[in-house]
């Protein structure tokens, strides 16, 4: 706990910042998602036909994951993308279903005789609804919207993958360096917000169960208050969005971390331009999506990724031929790949020291045998890529006794040395290697492509800001794979803050 609470004070200012963007989140898409539920609740409880079809579409999307819907979203035009803006929209579609089944069931809930007493003093229906119904079906619909804004608060951390920002920074980030207490400063915050929600709601729903209309309309100020501090924030990032702010991305591994940063310190020194940093996207997939549609302007990619997850391109060797062949498919789709930074990050086929040096392991080729009473554990993309485990199993003949384990990338590295599994893919520069006595394979068949790390941009980014341009190629060369190794092991095994690691070796390499 005392690491923790250092943490939080020595973060203060981004903590406040991250804390604000997911209470903005989370009451954002829960005024819209009342908006829409309350009149669909109404409707669907005056309609009894259409109702059930309305509660099983709700009832059918609630039960994708949240994951898998932010992915779902992030082509689709509009609503879609990296941000907020996708974000928002999980989060409504998410708060519909209890919001219109309580609505329905509050109605539906009332005395028939109260309605017969009101048609009888010549009420009409909108006159029974608005004095009548709905501030009887107030309780019930409260409690719909405290479980929308609860379910809110836990969806919002998985908005941070796709650069939605909230207390998921944290999290995410504290997973790919396999830190407790990073992991721990956006949990419990998260976990605070959620228990703080479901109170204050609940006090709401009983301070209405007493018909008390003053308060009523204290809620709705309350409620108005909320709504304009959504679009306050919202037109403060549209305006940063639109004065210049140059976007950099990365995906959620410490590597991509530390790179990201390495770009936008460089940016905001050499170049003197704001920069909005979206780290910790997720994989390939989401981060050349988010530089196709715009919003991210620049992150670093691996020509090998490129070559064959990216552009759907045969295996090659020939590192200069790798990179003048994606430099060239970047090209016809409006982006630029900048020089390599000087490091080839290639996949590395890892085993416990202890079981190296002991078996006399030192290529892949050494390790076949032994892969038959072995078990794997792969990344997510690893097991999927056209350079990942299934070329690998056929090249040299692995045969484990079971599938292998799909687990995050990071936290392989901890499995392999906790003796859970037997044989990982890594990084060949991850820092994890070194810290937890892991040792690499030699790739003696040279299945692997090579993965030099290079930023790649959108075109339209660096015509209108050449000086960005001028800023990332300076980069161009002065990261080796020994440098990459030792800011890795500085931030995965001495849980040193990313952006004090970059600092740091930029002035070293000036």
């Given amino acids: 706990m005392t690491r923790l609470f250092a943490f939080w004070i020595a973060h203060r200012a981004g903590l406040a910042s991250l804390v604000g963007q997911h209470v903005l989140l989370v009451a954002g898409s829960t005024l819209v998602a009342v908006a829409l539920g309350v009149p669909l609740g109404i409707f669907s409880a005056r309609r009894p036909r259409l109702a059930s079809p309305l509660m099983a579409i709700a009832s059918i999307v609630q039960t994708i994951p949240s994951l898998a819907m932010f992915g779902f979203l992030l ?6 993308g990296v941000g907020a803006r996708a974000a928002l929209v999980v989060l409504i579609l998410y708060g519909l279903l209890p919001i219109v ?10 005395d028939a005789a109260i309605r017969e007493a009101g048609v009888a003093m010549g009420m009409t229906p909108g006159e029974l609804l608005r004095q009548v119904e709905l501030p009887l079906a107030l309780p019930s619909i409260v409690a719909g919207v405290r479980v929308a804004a609860v379910v809110g608060v836990g969806s919002a951390t998985i908005a941070a993958a796709i650069g939605a920002g909230g207390l998921g920074e ?3 980030r504290g997973l790919s360096m396999v830190d407790t207490t990073v992991i721990l400063a956006g949990a419990v915050p998260a976990a605070a917000l959620a228990l703080a929600v479901d109170g204050a709601l609940l006090w709401l729903e009983k301070q209405l169960s007493t018909r008390r209309r003053s308060r009523s309309r204290r809620a709705a100020v309350t409620v108005a208050a909320i709504a304009a501090a959504v679009v306050m ?4 990032a549209a305006a940063r969005r639109s004065s210049g702010a140059i976007v950099v991305g990365s995906k959620n591994f410490t590597e991509q971390l530390v790179l990201g940063e390495l770009l936008a310190q460089t940016i905001e020194r050499d170049a003197g331009l704001p920069v909005d940093r979206r780290l910790n996207l997720g994989g390939t997939l989401i981060c050349d999506r988010a530089l196709i549609s715009g919003d991210i302007d620049v992150y670093v990619e691996y020509t090998g990724t490129a070559l064959t997850a990216v552009f759907h391109q045969p295996v090659s060797n020939d590192s200069s031929a790798v990179f003048e062949t994606v430099r060239a498919l970047y090209a016809k789709s409006g982006r630029t790949l900048l020089p390599p930074l000087g490091f080839n990050n290639t996949f590395a086929i890892l085993v416990r020291g202890a079981d190296a040096r002991g078996r006399g392991l030192r290529t892949i080729d050494d390790a076949v045998p032994e892969s038959a009473r072995w078990h794997a554990g792969f990344g997510y993309e690893f097991v999927e890529r056209p350079d990942g485990y299934p070329g690998l199993a056929t090249t040299y003949g692995l045969r484990f006794p079971e599938a292998p384990r799909v687990m995050d990338l990071t936290l392989s590295y901890r499995a392999l040395a906790a003796g859970q599994v037997d044989l990982i893919a890594g990084d060949a520069t991850a820092g994890l290697i070194k810290g937890l006595d892991l040792f690499q394979l030699e790739d003696n068949r040279h299945y692997f492509p090579p993965y ?3 930023a790649v941009a959108r075109a339209a980014t660096l015509l209108r800001y050449p000086q960005v ?3 990332l190629e300076r980069l161009s060369g002065r990261v080796s794979a020994a440098d990459m190794r030792a ?11 990313v952006p004090v690691i970059v600092r740091e070796f930029l002035a070293r390499t000036r």
């Fill in 170 to 172: 944290y999290i995410y």
């Fill in 452 to 454: 030099d790390a290079a």
């Fill in 233 to 236: 924030l919202s037109s403060a």
């Fill in 487 to 497: 800011l890795n092991y500085a931030a995965d095994v001495e849980h040193r803050d």
């Fill in 101 to 110: 089944r309580t609505t329905i069931s509050g109605l539906r809930g009332i």
């Fill in 469 to 471: 341009r001028t800023a």
């Fill in 75 to 80: 082509p689709v035009p509009f609503v879609g």
